[in-house]
């Protein structure tokens, strides 16, 4: 050691103008890799550490490594080892250059690649040894400082992410390196990507570890940090591992970082496990103990401390009861290390729970009662919704050990004698207290049934309408003590669960008569229950009607004289009334339960038809009439007095004699009229036989005045004769006319003119 401490001196002050002073850091590159390990980084008698080796870049007189100093400034570690992608005397401050010392041919690290899982390192610098611990963990502080931690950066660089790695694994084993160099808690690898603060378009990421953006005047000559970080792993006690300690740049040699690893904070500990705090979720339960095992292999002695107080407990293990700052020294062996565990214990306090009383209606007095617990939950955690789900057991020890195999597996639904039952709640810790549950059965004496009747009001006689429930209450309570208060629901089931509770207006599901039930309260106590039979009275149908009133006559408008009260629109008070005015006539009728209903009657007018005319469209290929007519009624038409049809029109008439009639569907009476189709021969044969010898129009003489006048081809006046007349022969002037075409024309007064043709044929 007198040689390494002279060798120390000589290389610091020999290297001052390599040395800066003042509000900055002081970096030496002057060490050899066994003094950066044994002296600088370790410094402790807990481990035997060989096989040393260093290299990174290499400027000269210059390295990428070396010793720190704080050298009076603000920066966190008093001295410690540097490993840099550059100069290592570079880092010192202010900072007022960008670094990006290193050129290309210095070549990266496979295994840091590896463990980040980035490629093309570039500018790397390595320190490895090998260490045989003495108790089962290590653990070291470093900071992360990088020139890539921009304050105005180009979105391009939020990708470049530099990184180191700290690397370790049991010496020939064949695993894979095991990195430290992680963010708290994850398998996240530090990199300058991985830990950044806010205020860059680059993206936030675990920025609680971020150390800030530096300024020109800071300690180091790097744009940003990481805080303080620890790396920690567990390792078996005298087995030989091997560390590699690599930082380089990531894509390009520029932007260089660093790692300053705090010295002596490369410490060899005892692991009592994690922390048992609130804060992560983990602290010990109230009445519990914890024990700590310090145990290590060999002859040892053992200290434990509370608060820092020596307890004077020296075995190797120690029950804690209440919660403080643990600390055990481990003295090893025959040798000087002392490895030193330490553990905060913080308990948190049991649920506050409240033991209450459940009690139910025993509905058919067998002894069993159907308890829904969960009604019991609030009551039992005092309405601290932070509480866990309640859990139910029938034996304590079976809640006190929460064993949810023999849990209640129907809470909400639990068929019980009367008896202690026991609810086991944990708070958001897994802390469990348990409480008690009487549950009771009540066998007061209640009416057997009640019954709530209310008349179909609201204007759909259908058999279903809404009750207030709040008018049953007091016929549910009649006779019963004061105080009590009632629930209602549609089953029994639900009333003993209380659940589903009906509203206070209740529609009843079944037509006019269903059964619900009132469950009665004693404060949160089943009192009993009472089924309540709900009626609805109305009348089962009242359909309007329409009534047809012939002219001149009355009808009786009535409905059925069973019920008590009648009131008519027109003022009569009886079960009927007599009309001859047609309209609307209504009724309003109340039955033995005093439920209303109103009946509509219409009354139409109708009445015998008044036949005006008979229209016809004769002397044609194909005659028609029309039926004109006046009245109220509705009519049907007929020409035969047996067929009778809804259209007053008739088509495709041969001439001769008919008769319309006109017929009131409603029976108010029929009305007829005599009417004639005509039309002319279209030819006649005048030759003496007898037959067909004249020509006349049939039936004209009901039309005795008209007159019909013949002309030749040429319009020449031949004859003229009136409708009771016999005809033409086919003379004029007493001589026969030759066989040939002649025309006519037949005037019936203001009724018609007809003008037409016909043949005459010898």
Known sequence: MIFFRSIFFILIFGCLPNTTFGQYISVSDNFIAQELVENKLINSPCANVSNFSVSGGNFGSQQSFGYFTANGSSFPFDNGVVLSTGKAVSSSGPNSSILSDGDTSWLGDDDLENALGVNNSINATVLEFDFVPLSNKISFDYIFSSEQYLLNPRSSQCDFTDGFAFLLKEVGSTNAYQNLALIPNTTIPVRVNTVRGPGTICPEANET??????????????????????????????????????????????????????????????????????????????????????????TNSYKWFKNNIDTGITSPTYTVTDEGIYRVEVSLGATICKSIGEITIEYSPLPVLTNTIIVQCD????????????????????NDSSLSTIVYYEQITDAQNQDVSKAISNPNAYESTSKTIYASVKNTFGCANVATIDLKLSNNTVPKSRDLESCDLDGKVDGFYGFDLSIATPIILAGLPSGLVVEYYETLNDALLQINVLPNTFRNTVRYQMRIYARILNGADCYGIIPLDLFVNSFEDLPDENIVLCEKT?????????????????????????????????????????????????????????????????????????????????????????IFKDSPIFENLAPGIFTA??????????????????????????????????????????????????????????????????????????????????????????????????????
């Open 209 to 298: 570890f971020f150390g800030g953006f530096n300024d020109t005047e800071h300690p180091t000559n790097f744009n940003g940090q990481t805080k303080i970080m620890q790396a920690q792993a567990n390792v078996t006690s005298g087995k030989l591992y091997h560390i590699k300690l690599v930082v380089a740049d990531q894509g390009n040699n520029l932007y260089d970082s660093a790692i300053f690893l705090g010295g002596g904070s490369f410490k060899f500990e005892k692991d009592l496990g994690p922390d048992q705090l609130i804060a992560t979720n983990n602290p010990v339960c109230q009445n519990n103990t914890f024990p700590l095992d310090a145990t290590e292999s060999g």
């Open 363 to 382: 509905d058919n007095k067998d002894g069993l009662g159907l308890f829904n617990l969960s009604k019991a939950d609030k009551i039992i955690t005092n």
């Open 661 to 762: 009639w006109v017929k009131d569907k409603n029976g108010c009476g029929i009305t007829s009229k005599k009417f004639y189709v005509l039309n002319y021969p279209r030819y006649f044969t005048p030759n003496g036989d007898g037959i067909n010898d004249s020509w006349f129009i049939k039936n004209i003489n009901v039309f005795p005045n008209s007159e019909i006048s013949i002309y030749d081809r040429y319009g020449k006046f031949l004859y003229q004769f009136i409708g009771t007349n016999k005809g033409w022969d086919g003379k004029f002037n007493s001589v026969d006319l030759p066989s040939t075409d002649y025309w006519f024309v037949i005037n019936i007064g203001i009724i018609k003119i007809i003008k037409g043709h016909f043949t005459l044929k010898r």
């Open 554 to 642: 009355s009808k009786k408008l009535e409905v059925d004289r069973k019920y008590i009260w009648f009131d008519w629109n027109n003022g009569s008070k009886d079960f009927f009334t007599e009309v001859s005015i047609p309209g609307t006539y209504m009724v309003t009728i109340t039955d033995k339960n005093t439920c209303v209903a109103t009946k509509k009657f219409t009354v139409e007018g109708s009445g015998k038809a008044t036949i005006t005319n008979v229209n016809t469209n004769d002397f044609q290929e194909s005659n028609s009439a029309i039926i004109e007519y006046l009245g109220s009624g509705d009519y049907e038409f007929s020409i035969d007095g047996i």
